[in-house]
């Protein structure tokens, strides 16, 4: 087969034909009486083999060798490909969720491109305070990027930048809701209570909802953010989890705060003291646990809590005895 038929046949130019002739990587079998290129149909298997190998992202010169080098194993090589594979497609993914960034922000000429940008190259830079500059700056940016706000509001650790962002995204009002709310199904728990904590900063009906699901997460921490932010929003599905936090000492002052706003009528203060009683009188419950306990009975107003309080003034326990009787006093001269 003259060198014409045999790119029909194979789909690779003459040009290319050529250049793989000059590698050494295929040679023609013969020449014709004028002189031309004449390949057998070994050349042209070998030629099939090449584009294969080529297909999986082989370089020329690692194709000669796997073609002509007994010795050559595959399998190392094989790995070399995978991970490069996974590499580019790392950076397909990262490009494609920056343009994506761009394409929401409805940027309506370059410049307003060149300043998302700029944003979002901050926002992943290693340095923290070029993410809180970041951060604290996207309010200038018109319309600000919100879902790559809360991307990285769900992965930023540095306390002090993860404020600047849920400052930024409490800027874009309710638009900040959906993208958040994805980090509330991560299976991080670092990552739910990221969400809980920037959704608390958001207004909306749409906001407890998603709240509302946090406060039923496997991980105390993420229900505590959830409950204190129910909290001051009078949402007392979040009592249980706030009492828990109490027994756990985990924020338990802005547990019992919440639980004291929560406690604005007779009804929700009885209920509250009630279940503050409940876990008193339980034997698994321990000091110091149970002098947090009896310093939150001091935010509820009415009956039960201040029964409560006279009965623990003489308890056995001289921290809770001295904390109850203190509170009693402090009732009674007001």
């Known amino acids: 087969m003259l060198i014409g038929e045999v790119a029909r046949r194979s789909g690779v130019s003459a040009r290319m034909l050529?250049?793989?002739?000059?590698?050494?990587?295929?040679r023609p079998s013969g020449r014709t009486g004028s002189g031309y290129r004449e390949y057998s149909a070994r050349d042209l298997r070998r030629i099939f083999h090449i584009e294969s190998l080529r297909s999986l992202g082989l370089s020329l010169r690692e194709i000669g060798r796997a073609l002509d080098d007994p010795a050559f194993a595959p399998s190392a090589l094989v790995g070399d490909l995978i991970r490069q594979a996974h590499e580019r497609i790392a950076a397909e993914t990262r490009l494609l969720t920056r343009l994506r960034r761009i394409e929401e922000a409805d940027p309506s000429d370059w410049e307003d491109v060149l300043h998302v940008v700029s944003?979002?190259?901050?926002?992943?830079?290693?340095?923290?305070?070029?993410?809180?500059?970041?951060?604290?700056?996207?309010?200038?940016?018109?319309?600000?990027?919100?879902?790559?706000?809360?991307?990285?509001?769900?992965?930023?650790?540095?306390?002090?930048?993860?404020?600047?962002?849920?400052?930024?995204?409490?800027?874009?009002?309710?638009?900040?809701?959906?993208?958040l709310a994805k980090g509330l199904g991560s299976p991080v728990a670092e990552v739910r209570g990221r969400a809980v904590r920037s959704l608390a900063e958001l207004p909306g009906d749409e906001v407890i909802a998603h709240l509302r699901t946090g406060l039923a997460d496997p991980d105390l921490e993420v229900r505590g953010y959830a409950a204190l932010a129910l909290g001051t929003r009078a949402v007392t599905e979040a009592v249980p989890t706030l009492i828990d936090m109490i027994v756990a000492g985990r924020n338990d002052i802005d547990a019992a705060d919440a639980l004291s706003e929560l406690a604005g009528d007779t009804a929700s203060a009885e209920r509250i003291a009630t279940g503050l009683v409940g876990r008193l009188a339980d034997a698994a419950t321990r000091a110091p646990a149970r002098g947090r306990l009896t310093q939150a009975l001091a935010g509820i107003a009415g009956?039960?809590?201040?029964?409560?309080?006279?009965?623990?003034?003489?308890?056995?326990?001289?921290a809770v005895a001295l904390t109850a009787t203190y509170v009693l006093q402090l009732r009674a001269a007001h």
């Not at 070029?130 to 200038?140: E, H, I, K, Y």
């Not at 809360?150 to 993208?179: F, H, K, M």
């Not at 409560?308 to 001289?318: F, M, P, V």
């Open 18 to 26: 050529r250049h793989y002739e000059s590698l050494d990587l295929v």
């Open 119 to 179: 944003l979002l190259r901050a926002l992943g830079s290693p340095s923290a305070d070029a993410r809180q500059r970041a951060a604290l700056a996207s309010a200038d940016v018109v319309p600000a990027p919100v879902a790559a706000l809360a991307d990285a509001a769900l992965r930023e650790r540095d306390p002090n930048v993860a404020g600047a962002l849920r400052w930024a995204l409490a800027q874009s009002g309710e638009d900040g809701v959906a993208p």
């Open 303 to 318: 009956a039960t809590a201040s029964r409560a309080l006279a009965e623990l003034s003489h308890d056995e326990d001289r």
